[in-house]
């Protein structure tokens, strides 16, 4: 099973970057998608970004488009999410996940993923 570590959350105050990565431990990763979701206290985990192995396919949450960027490196077996103009209701714990590899469905469902990381605090404060 694919471990996954996610790093850069913190505390940022409202309309400032952070930039989430996380990093895979195998091989596979480069013929696997990737995906960020997020969890804020009493909610529902939600779909944030997405990534396909070869970064020709990406797909964001309306929530988020046009402030966050998902983009991958697969020599460096990583993959980020560039989060810019943030806002109070980004905060959450963000989650990292891969798919198996070269699976072809839902980008967008969390039951389409095979493995998770620890997950990673983003606080934005006003």
């Known amino acids: 099973q694919v471990q996954l570590v996610e790093s850069g959350g913190g505390l940022v105050q409202a309309g400032g970057s952070l930039r989430l990565s996380c990093a895979a431990s195998e091989r596979t990763f480069s013929r696997s998608g990737m995906g960020w979701f997020r969890q804020a206290p009493g909610k529902e985990r939600e779909f944030v970004a997405a990534?396909?192995?070869?970064?020709?396919?990406?797909y964001y949450a309306d929530s988020v488009k046009g402030r966050f960027t998902i983009s991958r490196d697969n020599a460096k077996r990583t993959v980020y999410l560039q989060m810019n103009s943030l806002k109070p209701e980004d905060t959450a714990v963000y989650y990292c996940?891969?798919?198996?590899?070269?699976?072809?469905?839902?980008?967008?469902?969390?039951?389409?993923?095979?493995?998770w990381g620890q997950g990673t605090q983003v606080t934005v404060s006003l």
């Open positions: 990534i396909n192995w070869s970064g020709g396919s990406i």
């Open positions: 996940a891969v798919r198996a590899p070269y699976y072809g469905g839902s980008y967008y469902r969390s039951s389409d993923y095979d493995s």
